[in-house]
């Protein structure tokens, strides 16, 4: 009988950018202190895509070309991309499409998803089930977002908290019961008044009103979304460890969302994960909405090993939220 394909991550790639907001700067923007950052997100600095024009691709394709470099591929093997975004270079064309073209990736079809935080996740599933599909052998899944875009740098509640980053896989059809084992996915659209971001879309286009009105940056209720957050993230991680008969114990890495540190430490002790197999560059990175994830694991790479068991989990806009896990398919240190 012919073993069951399953998608496993053959390589990883990042990229953020140079400039580094600090707490101190921040400090004179608006009325904050770096103590206060720190206590209550974990944030300590994020970097910002500065220069005329840039945008989310500008973050995806060198995080898609990283990739390819370490893996040993051409752009032009890549048969799909999927570009997970909330920042989009422009409501059209996909975002996906500008990177297949910085990149010369002239034989991948390719498109956005948007779930906000949670949109690599559910970008890794469906790039899972192409490869499973038996139709495709080399999907790339890129999360990016340039947030500092959507960001009003007079709003103390948001500004803190978002950067701006791009981290990407690779997934290939693997038979030896490597890659994405499972995903626990869900959406609930009452969320939606919670964390949004009110013009611009088809209901409120753009409009000097909406200008003025400042509709067109992160609106956020922080205690509500922090609220659902931190029961929504740890309880589909841990129906996760119990639908696959898994404990922490058999985890070696829990690879959380970066979007408050007291939310992971939530998810952390739920699935009885102690702190050293947790993923975290909250403090060097903030909140980069879909790029997180991939950037764990870009950071972590060569400390994973073949066989390690990855829980993957976020929690976002929308409300969107979940956990995926992973048998991970390679050492990272070869």
């Not at 973050?59 to 070309?65: D, E, I, M």
């Not at 869900?186 to 088809?202: C, F, H, I, R, V």
């Amino acid at each position: 009988m012919a073993q069951k394909i399953s998608a496993a991550i053959t390589g990883v790639g990042g990229y953020v950018p140079e400039y580094r907001l600090t707490n101190k700067e921040l400090e004179t923007l608006v009325e904050t202190n770096d103590e206060w950052i720190k206590t209550r997100t974990g944030v300590e600095e994020r970097r910002i895509l500065k220069g005329e024009g840039k945008a989310t691709s500008d973050l995806g394709a060198p995080a898609v070309l990283n990739l390819c470099e370490k893996r040993g591929i051409d752009p032009l093997e890549i048969e799909v991309i999927i570009c997970c975004t909330v920042t989009a270079d422009m409501l059209f064309p996909a975002t996906a499409n500008i990177i297949s073209e910085k990149i010369g990736a002239k034989n991948a079809f390719s498109f956005d998803l948007g779930a906000a935080c949670s949109g690599f996740l559910f970008g890794l599933t469906m790039g899972a089930s192409l490869i499973e599909s038996g139709r495709y052998k080399k999907v790339v899944v890129v999360g990016a977002d340039k947030m500092s875009a959507i960001v009003d740098y007079s709003d103390r509640t948001t500004c803190i908290l978002f950067g701006d980053g791009a981290g990407a896989v690779l997934l290939e059809p693997g038979e030896e019961g490597y890659g994405v084992l499972d995903s626990n996915l869900k959406t609930d659209g009452s969320g939606e008044k919670y964390l949004n971001m009110k013009a611009g879309g088809s209901r409120k286009p753009a409009s000097a009103e909406t200008l003025a009105a400042k509709e067109h940056y992160i609106y956020q209720e922080g205690q509500s979304v922090f609220k659902f957050a931190v029961v929504g993230m740890a309880d589909v991680a841990y129906e996760l460890l119990q639908r696959n008969n898994l404990t922490g114990e058999d985890i070696a890495w829990l690879v959380p969302h970066q979007a408050n540190k007291r939310i992971i430490d939530a998810t952390a002790n739920r699935m009885g994960i102690p702190s050293e197999k947790v993923m975290l560059n909250i403090m060097r990175y903030g909140n980069t909405t879909s790029g997180t994830i991939p950037l764990c694991l870009w950071e972590w790479e060569k400390q994973l090993k073949k066989g390690d068991n990855l829980v993957l989990a976020a929690f976002g806009g929308g409300f969107t939220w979940g956990a995926t896990l992973v048998k991970w398919a390679y050492d990272g240190k070869s």
